[in-house]
């Protein structure tokens, strides 16, 4: 599903990642751990190709993805790689039922089909009653689930996630991290999770842990 050969990245003089080595299967719920600065939310960048590295290679689903340029990478973004981050990011100006359905309407799908797997997803999510609703008369918990379900609106292969829960209380916390694995039955996509949240962590199939770039 996701094979990772000697990825190295640097900003300037600093590097961030030092040769990392990885594979992930299908299906599979990773974490990823370390302390801040050890380059978890880097991999994670360039995992999601929103990111490119100084070297080595990535592949998802036998493509090498790091060699794709312009629009062949956007497409493959949008039509493999779901995105949760900790803020959200849902667009304020649109409700959350337009939020969901905006990566399909960036694959070019239409606005009837779009609404309707949209409203099936915040229906699985238990949101369906805010569909109407914008972002700012939605709770945090129900922000995040508008959040994830825009993440699977385009059936992803992988879902990567950066702190999803890190602006959540502890009970909303503890539903998030239990409705991915609901998700991983229901899809069986692949999660890719970096998260300080210890129980979120071991929670996962299989926990990374990273120190000044490297897994260890």
């Known amino acids: 599903m996701i094979e990772v050969k000697d990825i190295r990245k640097s900003y300037g003089p600093l590097e961030v990642l030092k040769g990392i ?33 100084d070297s080595g290679q990535l592949f998802i689903n036998n493509t090498e993805v790091n060699t794709l340029k312009g629009k062949k990478i956007a497409k493959f973004r949008n039509q493999n790689i779901g995105f949760v981050f900790q803020f959200h990011h849902l667009l304020p100006e649109f409700t959350a039922l337009e939020n969901v359905c905006i990566p399909y309407y960036i694959g070019n799908g239409n606005k009837k089909e779009a609404e309707a797997k949209a409203m099936h997803l915040l229906e699985i999510l238990g949101v369906a009653a805010r569909a109407q609703h914008k972002p700012n008369e939605l709770s945090g918990g129900e922000q995040q689930r508008v959040a994830v379900a825009r993440a699977l609106i385009n059936s992803p292969a992988i879902i ?32 890719v999770i970096v998260t300080h949240n210890d129980e979120l962590a071991a929670m996962a199939d299989r926990k990374i842990v990273m120190r000044d770039g490297n897994i260890v």
């Open 21 to 53: 080595n990885l594979q992930i299967n299908k299906g599979e719920i990773v974490s990823i751990v370390g302390a801040s600065g050890a380059g978890k939310t880097t991999l994670l960048q360039i995992l999601g190709t929103l990111d490119n590295p």
């Open 160 to 191: 990567l996630a950066d702190e999803p829960s890190g602006n959540l209380d502890s009970a909303t916390a503890n539903n998030l991290h239990q409705l991915f694995f609901k998700l991983r039955e229901e899809f069986n996509q692949t999660f």
